[in-house]
């Protein structure tokens, strides 16, 4: 099985626990993130993000369900001709704007208006029986962990440094038990499916998600123990798998990422410079350790891909130096971001 498809799976295996579903009722789903969920990509284009596949994959296994959300943009023709477009996917959004985009407004630029699952005006409130939440690499992109000064000469926080990563991931975990007990607060019947993170392809903040995935997976069980219908979906620990099988076979590496079989990517691969990390000479920052890498993770994440943000901004790197992000640029299909 594709690792896309185990986490697609693992999402799944979510939804049908105990008690998320009325016997005579579509399952309401509701996916609730950023750019992966909307299904924004600097690589290609992958409308509806990984509800396309997963609505799919419910239809094979005979469920009766409902996407649900305020948002309907971006759809597949699969979606919209089955009515299943909406969603909540807010691409750039970190986990507090997401949090506060629920009840209130967040001030990003798809808040529609706010209020998304109490309704606003004409639009009716959301009831979801299942919730897939798939957030928080805005939050590691952009460093952001606000009352917080580390000790570097930005004061922002340096990931290769295991003592701010730790600080930094706790903070991170605390933003999204917070959207979680907000989740439970207004819809105490819910099902919450919390997925973990996978790399997102920046030598800079890679070295946090493996130290995430754990971070997260204990949060699941903690608030299981509270007594609140969360449950896990870890797309982190089905991609590292999914990686392990793909380095025993790296001749796969030269297909395209996300497509049948055979299919090659356009023109010529990226080439690799010696040195330390083995950084790829594409840009200006030190990239991921290897074009094998991050094929992997590409074809991990399809249809679960991290979108394009196209913002600007300087982030502490292993040089203790700060990095320019790369321009924004359609064409330069390696750059990863959400």
Do not use: K
Request: net charge positive.
């Amino acid at each position: 099985m594709r690792a896309g498809g185990a986490a697609g799976l693992l999402l799944v295996l979510g939804m049908l626990a105990p008690g998320a579903q009325a016997a005579d009722q579509p399952l309401r789903i509701y996916p609730l993130g950023d750019s992966i969920t909307y299904g924004t990509s600097s690589l290609a284009p992958v409308p509806g993000g990984y509800r396309d596949p997963l609505h799919a994959l419910l239809g094979t296994l005979g469920i009766a369900h409902t996407f649900v959300g305020s948002q309907t943009g971006n759809p597949t023709a699969s979606l919209a001709s089955a009515g299943q477009s909406a969603h909540e996917g807010h691409p750039r959004y970190r986990i507090d704007q997401v949090t506060r985009g629920l009840t209130g407004t967040s001030g990003g630029g798809s808040d529609a208006g706010g209020s998304w699952l109490l309704g606003r005006g004409s639009r009716p409130a959301i009831d979801p029986d299942v919730v897939l939440v798939l957030v928080g690499a805005n939050d590691i992109l952009t460093g952001y962990d606000p009352g917080t000064r580390y000790p570097t000469g930005s004061g922002a926080v340096d990931f290769t440094y295991a003592p701010q990563r730790a600080v930094f991931i706790d903070h991170l975990a605390a933003r999204l038990r917070t959207l979680v007990e907000t989740l439970h607060q207004h819809r105490p019947h819910a099902r919450l499916v919390v997925g973990t993170l996978l790399p997102i392809g920046e030598r800079f903040c890679d070295a946090i998600t493996p130290d995430y995935a754990p971070r997260v997976q204990e949060l699941v069980r903690e608030l299981g123990a509270e007594g609140r219908p969360v449950v896990l979906a870890d797309t982190f620990s089905a991609f590292e798998r999914h990686r392990a099988r793909r380095l025993q076979d790296p001749a796969r590496d030269a297909q395209r990422p996300g497509a049948p079989d055979g299919a090659r990517l356009p023109g010529p691969r990226p080439r690799l410079r010696a040195g330390a990390g083995r950084a790829l000479t594409l840009g200006t920052c030190p990239r991921q350790d290897s074009n094998l890498r991050f094929y992997l993770r590409r074809v991990a994440l399809y249809p679960l891909s991290y979108g394009g943000s196209g913002r600007a901004g300087g982030y502490q790197r292993a040089a203790a130096r700060v990095c320019p992000w790369p321009a924004w640029d359609a064409s330069s299909w390696w750059t990863t971001t959400t």
